[in-house]
């Protein structure tokens, strides 16, 4: 066997591995749904319980009908007996009405299961998302999740009441009238249900089908999704460079895509509906000739033949939604396959059994040699060996070069990742051991990108805080620097900023964020170079305005500018991960290392030091 026939057969049997996998899997998810629709059992069973008088009472309309054309051709012209004949109309009538009550109460309550099931499930994924951690949405986009939030979910929804209650109406419907039928005459029955295993063919090659292309075609919408999100979000940059004919071909291009898939779904399903109708009416072509001789030679009555006639026409509606029960199971098996995927994802930051709140009495924060690295990206740690001691009321400043990991560092403060070495403790108590919510109230980072909602000042600034009073939002503003500028609003702090802040300057999205958190009034305030898009004479005002909120919590501040840390008990310059240099301003001019070179160059930037500088 040669090297290109081995790789063939190696694909081969990956690809035979995979179709398991993937078949297991959308079973799997079949059954899960069908156990989740069953938790609503009233519901659930009201729906199945109707389907049975309901088809009893279809099934009896063309008996009926049969016997209003032997009761007419038995009738004497000269001398008709209408009331046996108004006697089967009241009875076609009513059988009619009870026909149309049952199918309703069906329809009705398995759209009530379908629309409870995606009400908790939309909920679930909701949490789900709330609770997964960052290193989840670092690796996913967020388009993916709108698109099995909204389009995998509406799948799921459908399951119920498209594929379940209809394979539940079509098995009564067919296997009772088929004994009806045959029962009556077996050939006869035999050709007016001889389309349906043709039927039954084709709808499983459908659901074949229909399944891989409505995978490919979530794929697609996805991909419509991020570019969507994406141009919104950055719409401002968009036609900054006047790039929006650019961005419509890249758009119109993955929608073309999608369109194709789309067209190739609906392509197999009419083709394999039509061909279902054609058997259809080939069966009922056979039914007509052979129940006519039938008739002619006085073996059934011209009643029976209508009987016939009339369950196949009653059975045509089913049959061509064969396809799309079929097609529930294959989207239901997709969705929910994508779906459970989600709400299965680890939440790898989350309570230890038995977790207490975190208990503050000194305020004081220790890390001890601790390490990092991000488990996706498979490279070596980011942060290691860090260790430092800090008390309720010091400042400590930390600054480096892009990339020596400070952001990182800051981000295990809240538990927004886990250390993978060492520990970090709040008055001796280890981070992890403690509940989540605890934590992330005693810590509190201001971040520099900062987002805000599509609400007013005011209802942004009290987020940590909802029932704040007015007092505290503006004492927290006024800290912020930003009070003066509220005012000089129309609505003031009424004022409703655009979506994600659009409507505000870089500055004063990261002065609102800062009075946002400040309402937490945390243990420990993170300045994750939250001040960078402020002017240094603002700043200067704002970290005079923040020393008496520094008094009662551990104050840590990420910066760029050294101006911004002077005033720190202490610096730290992080390289590669690592604290190379520590102590006050001072120290650190004095020890003449990095920090000092730093220094220089942002105080006294003479073509020399930058020659040296660009040396190193």
Known sequence: MTRHQEAA?????????TAAVDRQAGLGAIARITRMCFRYPWRAGLAMAATLPAVCMQLAIPVILGRAVDQTLAMDSDDPDLRALTLIALTLLVVSILRGVFTLVQNYAAESVGHALAKDLREAIYDKIQRL??????????GDLITVGMLDLEGVRMYFSTALVRTLLLTLLIGIGAVMLLRTDAILGLLA??????????????????RRTWLILQEKLGVLSQKMEENLAGIRVVRAFAAQDHEMARFDASSREALEYSHQRIDVRVRSTSAMTLAFFAAMGLVLL????????????????AT???????????????GLMVNGYARASTCGSRLFQLMDAPVEIADVGGARDLEITEGTLRLDNVGFAYREQGAGPVVSGISFEARRGETIGILGAPGAGKTSLMQLLPRFYDVTEGAITIDGQDIRDVTLSSVRQAVAIVQQDSFLFTTSIENNIAYASPFADDRRIRGVADSAQLHDYVLGLPQQYSTVVGERGVSLSGGQRQ???IARTLMAEPAVLIFDDSTAAIDAGTESRIRAALRDHGKGCVTLIVAHRLASLKHADRILFMQDGRIVEHGTHAELLALGGRYKALHDLQMNPEPDVLEQEASR
């Open 9 to 17: 057969a190696d694909t081969r049997m990956e690809f035979r591995r």
């Open 133 to 142: 951690p960052f290193s989840f949405h670092d690796r996913t986009h967020s």
């Open 193 to 210: 249900l001889s389309f349906v295993p043709f039927a039954a063919w084709r709808s499983s090659v459908m659901q074949l089908t229909l």
């Open 290 to 305: 052979y129940g006519g001789r039938q008739v002619a030679a006085g073996e059934i009555t011209v009643g029976t033949l």
């Open 308 to 322: 016939f006639l009339t369950f196949m026409t009653i059975l045509q509606m089913p049959v061509r939604q064969l």
């Open 511 to 513: 002065r609102l964020s």
